[in-house]
């Protein structure tokens, strides 16, 4: 369950909790388009709160509202701003952010035209995604038979709404057969990524991700590419199959509610020896020492309240 807080930012002002509500033919809720974002507050060594490549995912937001052709009537850096404001307001040291976009009612049908556009950023505190045990040990996959959109059916680059319908389908078969989360293929058969995360396999000290395709370009998916290139490990963006993962040495999930998750079991085979490899944990480490302001060379993403 959600932890309720004081105060939800809507359409411009903070409202109570309790009093952040919608009309039942608020458009969205009926065919699903809007759009999202996810974002982390962390708590830094030194006491202070910072919010994790603000402007990336706010940008992201401005974009899959593009995409969608909603158009958000607040600029980017009052959206910012509140984002922020409302975690002081809640006094929330570290937590998540959900700022959301959505059709207000009006006309129903799937031609909207000049319903109002809509925005709320809740936030609220939330733990490791995947499980505490989970980000420590790794986590155990399997590879879903939804098949992840294709392109032209969806669009992949938009945080959409209706988007994560096929991420729940995936996501209850995978844990309702025992496992933690799904692994989805693109239309072709390759691997794209997992319900809500971006994956990474290293195997003979290569590290391969799955190129901006058809998966969502995650902020933390590239927060990882450059700290692997900082490092002066070997990437490349290529695609690959299922079963180049079953033998990989390590394989590793991204995204800002999974933060970087080891996967230790796909498809019932343990990855490399069936628990986080050395390649992994560092790269684990060195992001949750960026996200809270530890790295000066990293001081460009951090956002302080
Ligand atoms: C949000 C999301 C990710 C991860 O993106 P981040 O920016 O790292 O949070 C990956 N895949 C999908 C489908 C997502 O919705």
Redesign the pocket.
């Known amino acids: 369950m959600v932890q309720k807080v004081d105060s939800i930012w809507m359409d411009g002002e903070f409202i109570r909790w309790d009093e952040a509500k919608v009309h039942i033919l608020t458009h969205t809720l009926h065919y699903g388009l809007g759009v999202f974002e ?1 974002i982390r507050c962390y708590l830094c060594h030194d006491g202070r709160s910072e919010v994790f490549r603000l402007k990336e ?1 706010i940008d ?1 937001l401005f974009d899959s509202a593009l995409i969608a052709e909603l158009e958000i009537p607040f600029s980017p850096e009052e959206i910012m701003d509140a984002c922020k404001e409302i975690l002081r307001l809640n006094g929330l040291k570290e937590g998540y952010i959900r700022p959301l976009v959505f059709i207000g009612d009006g006309v129903m049908g799937v031609h909207p035209q000049d319903n109002p556009i809509r925005v709320v950023i809740v936030t609220w505190e939330w733990g490791a995604y995947l499980g505490e045990e989970a980000l420590q040990q790794g986590t155990r996959v399997k590879t879903s038979s939804y098949t992840r959109h294709h392109v032209n059916v969806m669009m992949t680059k938009a ?1 959409i709404c209706g ?2 319908v096929n ?1 729940v389908f995936a996501k209850r078969e995978a844990v309702r057969l025992g496992y933690d989360e799904a692994l989805m293929l693109d239309t072709d058969g390759y691997v794209s ?6 994956i990474f396999m290293v195997k003979n000290g290569l590290i391969k991700t799955p190129p901006l395709s058809s ?7 590239d927060s990882i590419i450059t700290i692997l290139k900082d490092k002066g490990l070997e990437l490349v963006e290529q695609r690959f199959t299922r079963d180049e993962l079953y033998t990989a040495d390590e394989v590793f999930f ?4 999974a933060e970087v998750t080891p996967v230790r079991e796909i498809d019932d085979r343990a990855i490399g020896a069936g628990r986080p490899g050395p390649i992994t944990k560092e790269i684990q480490t060195t992001f949750f020492r960026a996200a809270r302001g530890e790295l000066e060379q990293y001081s460009r993403w951090v956002s302080y309240l």
């Open positions: 996810g995912h992201r945080k988007n994560y991420s990524e997992a319900t809500g995360e971006n998966i969502l370009a995650g902020i933390t998916r991204t995204g800002t509610a």
